[in-house]
């Protein structure tokens, strides 16, 4: 499975993006996909998930503000952030994986990631 993130870049504090997760060689349609994060010096930590139903979850501090949602005819997954604050600052990646209950198990297949950066 190949994925490509895009839709990265500089934004002001409160400012919006959206993030493109576009998958390939995959079975794209039984699989669930998490979107993670990965700031400077820190372990890389999953942010939002959704499965092939359409079912998405969140971690706490992302709730409310991003939204996570996907395209089965174009194989891509999006998350759009609002409210943007200098944490979020982060390379964002994407990976196709599958989703048991609340866990999501990532496989060993990532991107290269899209850097967000957020400006105070």
């Known amino acids: 499975v190949q994925v490509v993130e895009s839709g990265g870049g500089l934004v002001q504090a409160g400012g919006s993006l959206r993030l493109s997760c576009t998958v390939s060689?995959?079975?794209?349609?039984?699989?669930?996909v998490g979107w993670y994060r990965q700031a400077p010096g820190e372990q890389r930590e999953l942010i939002a998930t959704?499965?092939?139903?359409?079912?998405?979850d969140y971690k706490g501090f992302v709730k409310g503000r991003f939204t996570i949602s996907g395209d089965i005819a174009k194989n891509t997954v999006y998350l759009q952030m609002n409210s943007l604050e200098p944490a979020d600052t982060a390379v964002y990646y994407c990976?196709?994986?599958?989703?048991?209950?609340?866990?999501?198990?990532?496989?060993?297949?990532w991107g290269q990631g899209t850097q967000v950066t957020v400006s105070s």
């Open positions: 060689g995959g079975d794209f349609k039984v699989a669930a």
């Open positions: 990976n196709v994986g599958t989703k048991s209950g609340i866990y999501f198990y990532p496989s060993k297949d």
């Open positions: 959704i499965t092939s139903g359409g079912s998405t």
